[in-house]
T-cell receptor
Framework: DVKVTQSSRYLVKRTGEKVFLECVQDMDHENMFWYRQDPGLGLRLIYFSYDVKMKEKGDIPEGYSVSREKKERFSLILESASTNQTSMYLC???????????FGPGTRLTVT | QKEVEQNSGPLSVPEGAIASLNCTYSDRVSQSFFWYRQYSGKSPELIMSIYSNGDKEDGRFTAQLNKASQYVSLLIRDSQPSDSATYLCAVTDTGGFKTIFGAGTRLFVKA
């Protein structure tokens, strides 16, 4: 079974802090994704990566950056956390040919 | 703006009935189509993928795709209370990298 893990299930940070969310997958998937999910807004793509050191902006990249130094690991960085970044953050991975995405358990981030 | 539309529900069906979930998409050249199930407080879980017109069956689940009508559906036969969840329809573009998710349909199966 594909396993995608995320570094924290719950996280509370203060406004202005730098926040790191880590995601690791164990199935040698080429593609990795970061989404946020908010009530009424559904899943929105923040960034994705199709290879090591490659990254592409999604629909809502403002205020976020990403890093992919190794194939299995994809990090999301909030440079200066703000209250409007309080959300559920979901990491996913997929193979290039099938595009079926497998999600991690999610990190519920609260910024106060 | 590419869109994936779902009825938000809630859709309520009695135990043992067939639940029918529908989805339309705007990008005519979309290639890959998925249904995810998401329980409250959990992350989405892939339950079905379909790539060509017609029906695809997997246990109690049947996905139906009609590219001409830009329509995807999911049928759940013999619905169980454990099927109560939000079902997300997802469509991937021709490049395969960007997947657009619908907002989801909440399903309640009454015992």
């Amino acid at each position: 079974d594909v396993k995608v893990t995320q570094s924290s299930r719950y996280l509370v940070k203060r406004t202005g802090e730098k926040v790191f969310l880590e995601c690791v997958q164990d199935m040698d998937h080429e593609n990795m994704f970061w989404y946020r999910q908010d009530p009424g807004l559904g899943l929105r793509l923040i960034y994705f990566s199709y290879d090591v050191k490659m990254k592409e902006k999604g629909d809502i990249p403002e205020g976020y950056s990403v890093s992919r130094e190794k194939k299995e690991r994809f990090s999301l960085i909030l440079e200066s956390a703000s209250t409007n970044q309080t959300s559920m953050y979901l990491c996913a991975s997929s193979l290039t040919d099938l595009y079926e995405q497998y999600f991690g358990p999610g990190t519920r981030l609260t910024v106060t | 703006q590419k869109e994936v539309e779902q009825n938000s529900g809630p859709l309520s069906v009695p135990e043992g009935a067939i639940a029918s979930l529908n989805c339309t998409y705007s990008d005519r050249v979309s290639q890959s189509f998925f249904w995810y199930r998401q329980y409250s407080g959990k992350s989405p879980e892939l339950i079905m993928s379909i790539y060509s017109n017609g029906d695809k069956e997997d246990g109690r689940f049947t996905a139906q795709l009609n590219k001409a009508s830009q329509y995807v559906s999911l049928l759940i036969r013999d619905s169980q209370p454990s099927d109560s969840a939000t079902y997300l329809c997802a469509v991937t573009d021709t490049g395969g990298f960007k997947t657009i998710f619908g907002a989801g349909t909440r399903l309640f199966v009454k015992a």
